[in-house]
C-alpha cells in the first residue's frame, strides 16, 4: 500500500542506532506515539528556538546573561567539601579576566576530563555576574580544539519530556536526517528547497532564519502540511459527491420520548440545528455538518436526538469523544434520556477489555446496539456495525481529517455530524472542515447567569485561598486550574501535585485532584467525588478543558492565567456557570504581564461569547507574539502555524483543487508524487479511498 521508497520515513526509531527499547520510551511519549515512533515523527518534531553559539567575546567583553562561547585557560578545580551543599567550582581565565565555572553536584573524576587543569577549552554557555565576577553554571557545551570544529554554530532547541535531553535529541534527529533521502517534488511550483533539504536545514540551520517558522525552508514544509489536509479534504468531497448518502428518515417515536424525558425545553437555535440536521439525514447526498457551539451551549443533547432519527430508521449512530472522561460523560448524560426512549447504548473505550469487548462487539455486529458512544477506540480494526447510519464526532478539533474519515469509512455512505466547542472563526473553517455545512448554537440555555471574571497577580494568591475557604464553607465546588508548561508534561504534573499539596494543607480531604497521567479509573474516581461532592475542590490540569460537566461547581481558578490562549480560557471558563448559583472565574497571573496576554484576558472579562472571542483570538495571536507558544499552532497540524502560514492556505487549496480536476486519481507522476505526501502527513485515508474507487 505504502510506496517503498518511503520505507526509511517510517521505519521504527528503534532502527536507529543510539535509540534503544529504554530511550524508545521517552521518545514515544514526546512525539505522541506511545504505540511505536517512526523516523518521521522524528524529522517532523521541530525545534522551539535556536541557540546562537556565534558570539565569540573575550571575558572583558561578555555581556551578562546571553549565550556565548569562551575561550579559557582552565586554572584549578574546587571540589565541593564534604557535607557541604556548595557547587563544584573551577577557576579559569583568559587574557582580559576570570571566570568560575559551577556544577552543582558535579563528579570529581569525570570534570577533571572535562576540565583539565592547565589546558585551554571552549565553554558555551549562559554568562551570570555572581557577586560582580563572571560565572558560567552547568555550561551547555565544553569540547577542546577538535570539538570546536564541529560545534554547531546555530544550536536547535526541542521541546523536551522527562528522561531526554537536548543531545538525544540532536543525535537521533542526525541519524533519522542520514537515514532518509530526498522525495520527487510534489508541489507545482518546484521549490528550490526539497522535503528532505527542508528538513535538514530547519535541523542543521546555518542562519537563524533556516530553523525559524518564517524561514523559507519551515514555510515549505508548512506549505506540504496545508496542501497534504486540503487535498484529502477535496479527494474525500469528491469522493463524497459520488456515493450519494442513503436516506434515513424517522417517524419520531424514539425523539419524542427523548424530548419527554428532558427537563428543560429545547432553545430555538436547538431546534434549528436538529431541523437542519434531519433534512441532511433524509436527503439523498451524505451529509457533513458541523455543529458549533459554545461550552454549556448544550450540543449532546442534540447530538442524541440525531441518533434517535437514525436509529428510528432501523439503523446505528456512533458519538465518538476526544477522550475517555468525556466519552463516560456523555454516557451519563445519555444513558438515563436512552433507557427512557428504549434506545440499546453502550460504551467503547480502550477500558472495555476481554469477554465484555468481545460480547460488546459481537451486539454491535449484530444490530442489537443502537448509538454505541466512546473514543478512537471505534475505529480501530474489529470493530465493525451492522448498519452505520451517522457517525458524531465531538470535540473535532482533537482528531485530525484522518480519523474522522476512518469512523465514517466504518459504514456505507455515512452521516458525519462535527461538533466543537471551540467556535471557528469563518476563516479557518475552510482549513478543518473544507466546506462543510455549518449549524450554530449561539444561545445560552435559559437561565444561566453571567460569570464574574476577575484577574489577580499571583502574589494575591491567599486571598484567593482565603475566599475559597468562605465559600467552600457555605458548600460551594470550585475548580482549581494548574498551569501548562509546554517543555514537558511531567512539570505540568508536578505544578498540580504540589498545588495539591498545598490547598490540603488548608482543606484537607474536601480537595481532590485529576490529572492527564492518571490511569482511567483513578480519573472517574477522582471526577465522581467532586460531582458529588464529596471534594469541594478539584485541583486539575488541563483535562478538564473540554466538555466536563459538573453544574454545581461555580468557581474556577486558573493559574498561571498568561500562559493560556483565549479560547483555552473560554473553554476552562465555561466548566462554571452551568448551575443556578452566579459563578466566579478567578484568573491569577504572573508579574509582568505581556501586552498580548492582557489583551485576551481583557477580553475574556467584557465578553463570554465564544464567537466574538475567538475572532478576538484570532486577531491577538496575529498581530505580535510571532514566535511565541505552540499556541499558535492549528490544531491538528503539526508544522502549520495559524499567524505565520495562515496565507498559504488559500494558494494550497487552489492547488489541490487543480489536481483533484485534472488527475482525480493521482495516477500521473505528480499525481504519485503526492500520494507519498498524503502518507506523510497521515491523510492515507484518502489514499485508500482512491484504491478502493
Ligand atoms: P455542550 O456539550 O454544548 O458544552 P452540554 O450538551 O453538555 O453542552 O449541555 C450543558 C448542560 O446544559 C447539560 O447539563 C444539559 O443537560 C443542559 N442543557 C442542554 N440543553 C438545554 C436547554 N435547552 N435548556 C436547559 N438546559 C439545557
Ligand atoms: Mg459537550
New binding site residues.
Given amino acids: 500500500m505504502r510506496p517503498d521508497i518511503l520505507n526509511p520515513y517510517f521505519a521504527a526509531i528503534t532502527d536507529l542506532t543510539g535509540i534503544g527499547p529504554k530511550l524508545a520510551r521517552p521518545f514515544e511519549r514526546l512525539l505522541g506515539r506511545e504505540g511505536g515512533a517512526r523516523v518521521l515523527d522524528l524529522l517532523l518534531h521541530l525545534p522551539a528556538s535556536t541557540i546562537d553559539r556565534r558570539s565569540r567575546p573575550t571575558l572583558s567583553q561578555v555581556v551578562p546573561d546571553t549565550v556565548v562561547t569562551l575561550e579559557v585557560r582552565v586554572d584549578r578545580h574546587a571540589p565541593t567539601p564534604r557535607g557541604s551543599r556548595a557547587p563544584y567550582r573551577i577557576y579559569a581565565h583568559d587574557e582580559t579576566g576570570d571566570i568560575v565555572i559551577t556544577y552543582f553536584k558535579g563528579d570529581r573524576n569525570w570534570l577533571e576530563r572535562l576540565l583539565p587543569v592547565g589546558e585551554t577549552r571552549w565553554i558555551s554557555g549562559t554568562v551570570t555576574l555572581y557577586d560582580g565576577i563572571p560565572q558560567m553554571s552547568h555550561p551547555d557545551r565544553v569540547v577542546d580544539e577538535a570539538g570546536l570544529a564541529k560545534l554547531p554554530p546555530i544550536e536547535p532547541v526541542y521541546p523536551l519530556v522527562e528522561g531526554l535531553g537536548q543531545g538525544h535529541l540532536r543525535r537521533a534527529i542526525e541519524a533519522a536526517l542520514t537515514r532518509t533521502g530526498e522525495l520527487p517534488e510534489w508541489q507545482a511550483g518546484a521549490p528550490a528547497t526539497g522535503f528532505h533539504a527542508a528538513l535538514f536545514q530547519v535541523h542543521q540551520p546555518r542562519e537563524t532564519a533556516d530553523a525559524s517558522p518564517l524561514g523559507p525552508a519551515w514555510k515549505r514544509l508548512a506549505y506540504d502540511e496545508l496542501l497534504a489536509g486540503q487535498l484529502a479534504l477535496a479527494l474525500v468531497r469528491g469522493r463524497t459527491v459520488k456515493d450519494a448518502g442513503r436516506p434515513s428518515t424517522g417517524d419520531g417515536h424514539v425523539a419524542r420520548r427523548i424530548e419527554a424525558a428532558?427537563?428543560?425545553?429545547?432553545?430555538r437555535s436547538?431546534v434549528a440545528a436538529l431541523e437542519a440536521i434531519r433534512a441532511d439525514l433524509a436527503s439523498h447526498d451524505r451529509m457533513l455538518r458541523l455543529l458549533q457551539?459554545?461550552?454549556?451551549?448544550?450540543?449532546?443533547?442534540?447530538a442524541l436526538l440525531a441518533a434517535a432519527t437514525v436509529v428510528e430508521a432501523g439503523r446505528q449512530a456512533a458519538l465518538m469523544a476526544p477522550t475517555e472522561i468525556l466519552a463516560r460523560q456523555h454516557l451519563k448524560?445519555i444513558a438515563p434520556l436512552a433507557q427512557a426512549a428504549g434506545l440499546r447504548v453502550a460504551l467503547l473505550t480502550g477500558r472495555e477489555k476481554g469477554r465484555a469487548r468481545a460480547d460488546l462487539l459481537a451486539a454491535l455486529e449484530a444490530g442489537e446496539i443502537d448509538l454505541v458512544v466512546g473514543t478512537h477506540a471505534l475505529f480501530q480494526e474489529g470493530v465493525a456495525f451492522r448498519d452505520l447510519a451517522l457517525a458524531i464526532v465531538?470535540e473535532q478539533h482533537r482528531f485530525g481529517v484522518h480519523q474522522r474519515l476512518a469512523l465514517a469509512a466504518k459504514g456505507a455512505a455515512v452521516d458525519v455530524l462535527v461538533?466543537t466547542?471551540t467556535p471557528i472563526p469563518r476563516t479557518l473553517v475552510l482549513t478543518y472542515f473544507g466546506d462543510m455545512d455549518s449549524s450554530e448554537?449561539r444561545e445560552k440555555?435559559?437561565?444561566r447567569k453571567p460569570i464574574d471574571t476577575r484577574a489577580l497577580p499571583t502574589e494575591r494568591i491567599d486571598e484567593v485561598v482565603a475566599s475559597l475557604g468562605r465559600a467552600m464553607a457555605e458548600g460551594r465546588r470550585a475548580y482549581w486550574i494548574c498551569p501548562t508548561v509546554e517543555e514537558s508534561e511531567n512539570s505540568d504534573l508536578a505544578a498540580a501535585e504540589a498545588r495539591y499539596e498545598d490547598l490540603r494543607q488548608y482543606f484537607g480531604e474536601r480537595v481532590g485532584l485529576v490529572h492527564g497521567r492518571m490511569k482511567g479509573a483513578q480519573k472517574d474516581a477522582a471526577m465522581a467525588a467532586f460531582a458529588a461532592g464529596e471534594t469541594q475542590l478539584l485541583v486539575a490540569t488541563t483535562v478538564v478543558e473540554v466538555?466536563v460537566?459538573v453544574?454545581e461547581a461555580s468557581i474556577i481558578v486558573i493559574e498561571h492565567a498568561e500562559r493560556f490562549g483565549l479560547a483555552q480560557l473560554h473553554q476552562l471558563r465555561?466548566r462554571v456557570g452551568?448551575g443556578d448559583v452566579a459563578s466566579t472565574c478567578l484568573l491569577l497571573y504572573r508579574r509582568p504581564l505581556g501586552e498580548i496576554a492582557r489583551q485576551r484576558i481583557e477580553a475574556l472579562r467584557a465578553s463570554e461569547d465564544g464567537f466574538f472571542l475567538a475572532e478576538e483570538d484570532l486577531r491577538l495571536r496575529g498581530e505580535g507574539d510571532v514566535l511565541g507558544t505552540r499556541q499558535s499552532g492549528f490544531p491538528g497540524f503539526r508544522l502549520a502555524q495559524l499567524d505565520i502560514h495562515g496565507d498559504l492556505l488559500v494558494a494550497a487549496r487552489a492547488e489541490a483543487l487543480e489536481m483533484v480536476r485534472t488527475d482525480p486519481d493521482l495516477a500521473g507522476p505528480r499525481g504519485a508524487a503526492l500520494r507519498l505526501l498524503l502518507h506523510i502527513f497521515e491523510r492515507d485515508v484518502a489514499v485508500k479511498l482512491l484504491g478502493a474507487g
Fill in positions: 428532558l427537563p428543560f425545553t429545547l432553545t436547538q457551539g459554545d461550552v454549556g451551549s448544550g450540543k449532546t443533547v442534540v448524560t465531538d461538533m466547542a448554537l440555555p435559559a437561565g466538555g460537566d453544574p465555561g452551568r
